[in-house]
């Protein structure tokens, strides 16, 4: 049966911002990988915590991070935590997650997280929800989102709509006792959770960032058609494309509207 990966956030400070469930998860844990184990291990000490720690950082993480992915798979509960805030952010571990994660091994984690962009809540209504996506269409960037139970599967649509079949993952009730995690693309997951008789709880949607570009060569002018005739605003369609072709918005805007003035 597999174990667990916890990514644990430790403090930036004072030792005393530590959270009660984060002590109890050191505790618990069979292993702890750290990004330096003699800084953590000060941590540990000041709160009498023995367990056994393993170093992972940026110089060892391909290696280590098969290691650990497999020592969790076989059953044991490994706590990730860097030197200080939390893994994954600015610091090493999102090899480790998507290791374990294909390894069918439980994680709080698992988008890449070197770069995201938080968008609050989506807009309540069906084309502003849908416009903002395709807005975001090229960001290179995990997005984050919140939204309430009784659209999620309005989002989802949309996400699909707007995005494709990008990975991504809607955590439900984050922190509380019913926690869970549903990943795939916004087609699998609003399958999953459309089955259910009833979708409650806070939600959370992490969607993953855009692939690079491939070389467009339709003509400027068309672009900006095709994203308008989809719905896109004329002046958002501008700056889409832009955007995608490494060009002004002004560039852009006189080849559209320049003929037509």
């Known amino acids: ?23 109890r998860v050191l505790r618990e844990a069979d292993l702890i990988a750290c990004e330096d184990t003699r800084q953590t291990r000060k941590l ?11 170093s992972y950082h940026e ?23 860097s030197d200080a805030g939390t893994p994954l952010v600015s610091d090493p571990g999102y090899r480790l997650v998507r290791a374990a994660i294909e390894a069918g091994v439980p994680v709080q984690a698992g988008l890449p997280t070197d770069a995201f962009r938080f968008g609050g809540f989506l807009p309540s209504k069906a084309g502003q929800r849908l416009k903002a996506l395709e807005t975001l269409a090229s960001e290179q960037a995990t997005l984050i989102f919140y ?6 599967l309005e989002a989802l649509e949309a ?19 019913h ?48 994203l308008i005739a989809r719905g896109t605003a004329r002046m958002d369609a501008i700056k889409q494309v ?3 072709r ?11 509207v320049g003929d037509k003035a």
């Open 1 to 23: 049966m597999a174990g667990l990966l916890y990514v644990v956030a430790t403090p930036i400070g004072n030792l005393e911002d530590m959270t009660y469930r984060a002590v």
């Open 44 to 54: 540990l000490d000041h709160y009498g915590i023995g367990k056994p720690t393993i």
């Open 59 to 81: 110089h060892n993480e391909a290696e280590r991070a098969a290691e650990l992915a497999a020592r969790a798979a076989a059953g044991d509960t490994v706590a990730l935590v």
């Open 147 to 152: 939204e309430a139970p009784h659209r999620i």
């Open 159 to 177: 996400v699909e709509q707007a995005l494709g079949d990008r990975p991504l993952v809607v955590a439900r009730e984050l922190t509380k006792i």
């Open 179 to 226: 926690e869970e995690y549903l990943r795939g693309t916004a087609a699998e997951v609003r399958a999953q959770l459309a089955a259910r008789d009833a979708v409650r709880g806070e939600m959370t949607l992490l969607i993953g960032k855009a692939t690079a570009p491939a070389r467009d060569d339709t003509p400027v002018e068309e672009a900006v058609a095709r």
């Open 242 to 244: 832009a955007h995608q």
């Open 246 to 256: 490494g060009m002004s918005k002004r560039e852009v805007y006189d080849r559209v």
